[in-house]
């Protein structure tokens, strides 16, 4: 018998049977979280991520977004520079179109060189990725990983700015679930509420420790 | 220890209209040394207490910790037994805790008492968390005419008595029920009541001892002052 | 798993009750806990129904454990992870060492892992001459202490932020100021460079999903998500019975823990990580081990009456409501695992009722914690199911068994018990004063050393009853 047979035959034994070789699905009834439209999601979702500490808004041309950076940033932020700037390499046309709109320089984390990219994150003030899907409920972001993106770009920059399309907002978490279930599984998912958090330090919150600091929204929506 | 509290209940349930009787074999619902894990010495004084109520209809214990006992942890202590866990299933189905057999089952929390005084109530753990008490025992004493309920701070936390837990973990014990009798004395009340003497005993007993206390009163104690 | 080879009970609760800071510390983290909990699930409705899924869906995998690890490490061999069993702490001990000594790594960064506390992991790997760098802030801070956690979720609450300013300092080179935002901060530009360097990182695992070979990870700082995604090697450690079918249950599980846990609705970074990374990924580890710990959960397993221990999603949430950890804090208890489900399993896991023997006694059986408990487990059934134990095992003192023999002879005896307590009646004034009772011998002392007792009454409520029938039979017959 293998490690892994021994292992697994050590606990049926425990068990009292044998390894059952099927088993069938659990079946679950849980209370369901459920919004009755799309502004009502959209509307929760910007209200919680701000109560997070977040800052979200919608926007359905990329001047609106443009405009909408200004806002929270100003119109040319002190820290802007050539390498202030990362983002996934696949990024929402508004995304592209804003910056374009902008004219801030933003490199993508593929084209930076394997070897200098940890570097890089290090000194980076801004980093803006898509998302897979938004939690009304939680006033969450999912994100994928992909070749085309980079895990790095929502967690090691000061800033995170997402845009997401308001199209793949859902109600609850299990929805999300759900769809994963049908997807293939990346190597990583991410589920992001809110800046990088503690209390460690005698129960008193302390917003930004490892990941950001600040996190920003767009919610892309159709004319 | 409290005789009164069963001359009152005797009393009241008298004048509701209703028979009393107490079967004398009864003493003990065993829960002192189930809770120390001594389960044989506990089943045979459950087996008495089982015994000594087998014709009665109903039983009415003023003791929200005993009737715990008896539905929560009768039918694990009898679970392998053919004779005594058909018969503590019995007396599980008929048993009751004073108030909620007032509230729930006689449905007249009211027996027109009267009493001024100014208490807070503390809720016994085992009473509380074990019967799945909810409103009852406020509800008797909403009923009291002249009665001011005020809250007492952290009520939920245990007050350290725990049956033998005061007396082998004594040092855990007293820092809990300092705790306690801290928030009683904040509470602003002139007395304190509850469902379990044990509790109260407990927390009057160290308010006693270190200087500032107030008395402590059973519910079913303040219904007979008030009737 | 002891703070020290021998270890003494009363002399740790000495320090604990004696220490201000450390019970106001325990008192404000478990409150704020214990609200925030109550607010979220509050928010959320229905909670009842909530533990009952969770209930489910945690049975079923512990009945079905076997069939759900083999599908587990199926699928993370498929994806390229290696999987370790390690029966024992040792082997996992051994399974980490070795993946060192074939990389030659001298520093790792960690994450959270309950489980590299419970194998006793750093001292080994610093005794092989590797730099371990805790980066969740609390494991940090308590790390440079070099003390145990003391709480399962917020490790560092016994730390005020002066002693945590104080342990910064000879790292800083200068005195810190004491405010949070300074030391956060220090913390994060400490940690930043490890961050980004490192070659290999160690993690937790919250849960472990079956049919995908996912690891998910509970976190808030970020410390977490670094771990798992500049290393380019990567060690999980999980208890074995820490795996969920599918990511829908996942999503029940993620509710249930971060609002019992914390009080949020979900943590910051909920991390699903399936490694290693895929062909073209820009980052995430190349290489990923994951190391799966049986000690004695398999014995839990064919224990019926324990089983339900198994079910525990470490989320604190007993901690937060017990007590008696609001009195005494989380070293006390002298184990890894403390608080109410610390007291279930740390017997059971380390199969020893002699060392471990204090705990099951740390408890009033007030049952809050079984109450608190997202996935319904009857804790303060276990406790007084471990006194049965020790009870049937004999490791009771002989002093209490006799009084529990004397019980079950007179208290199943109505008329000899009476006899005694006349008996006590008439003899108490020797043991009173102001009319209380106010000393006497041991045990009695226990509870007068710090409390008075209200005398037995002259007359007992049997005595009264024949009288007292005849009166009622009297009113029932006139007025009402």
Known sequence: MSERQEFIAHIAQKLGRPTPSTMEPLVLNFPLFRLNSQEERIDKFIKIFEGLGGKATTASTAGEAAQALKNWFGETPSWLNNTAIVTWGELPTMARACLEELGWPARTYGEIPAEERKAFLDRTELGITGADYAIAQSGSLVLKSSPKRGRGVSLAPIRHLTFVSASVMRDSLDQVMDELMQEEVPAAIEIITGPSRTSDIEMDLSIGVHGPVEVYAIVMVDQ | ?227 | MSLDNHYDVNAALDKALKDDFLRMATRRATDRLRNGKLNVTEELGNWEEWRQVGEKIRNHVVANLDYYLNMLIENVEKNGGHVHLAKTPEEAVKVVQEIFKKHGFKSVIKSKSMITEEIHLNPVLEKDGIEVVETDLAEYIIQIANEPPSHIIVPAMHKTREQIAKLFEPIAGHPLATDTPTLTKFAREQLREKFLSSKIGITGCNFAVAETGTITMVTNEGNGRMTSTFPEVQITMMGMERIVPSFKELSVMLNLLARSATGQRISVYTTMITPPRREGDLDGPKEWHLVILDHNRSEILGDPDFRSSLRCIRCGACFNVCPVYRQVGGHAYGSVYSGPIGIVITPLLEKDYEKWGHLPYFSSLCAACSEACPVRIPLHDLIVKHRDRKVLKGLTPGSEKTIFKYYGKYFSSPKKLQRLVHLGATFQPLLMSNGRITRGPAPISNWTNSRTLPPIAKQMFRDRWPQLKQELEKHKGGDQ
């Open chain 2, 1 to 227: 220890m409290f005789p009164e509290l069963g001359e009152t209940m005797a009393k009241i349930f008298t004048k509701l209209g209703h028979s009393v009787d107490f079967p004398e074999d009864q003493f003990c619902c065993g829960q002192i040394s189930f809770n120390s894990g001594y389960m044989e010495e506990t089943r045979r004084v459950a087996k008495a207490t089982i015994d000594a109520f087998a014709n009665s209809e109903v039983v009415v214990a003023p003791s929200g910790s005993c009737i715990g006992m008896i539905h929560h942890n009768y039918p694990t202590l009898f679970k392998d037994d053919p004779v005594y866990g058909p018969k503590a299933k019995e007396l599980i189905d008929k048993s009751y805790e004073f108030t909620q057999f007032l509230v729930n089952v006689l449905k007249t929390p009211d027996l027109g008492a009267r009493y001024k005084a100014k208490v807070t109530y503390h809720p016994s753990c085992h009473a509380t968390r074990l019967l799945n008490l909810k409103d009852e025992p406020l509800t008797v004493l909403r009923n009291i005419k002249d009665l001011e309920i005020v809250p007492l701070p952290e009520a939920h936390l245990c007050c350290g008595f725990g049956g033998t837990f005061s007396v082998k973990m004594p040092r855990i014990s007293e820092a809990m029920v300092a705790e306690k009798a801290k928030h009683v004395l904040d509470s602003g009340a002139e007395i304190l009541t509850g469902l379990d003497m044990g509790c109260l005993m407990n927390i009057t007993g160290y308010m006693e001892k270190h200087g500032r206390s107030i008395p402590a009163m059973h519910v079913i104690q303040l219904l007979g002052k008030g009737m």
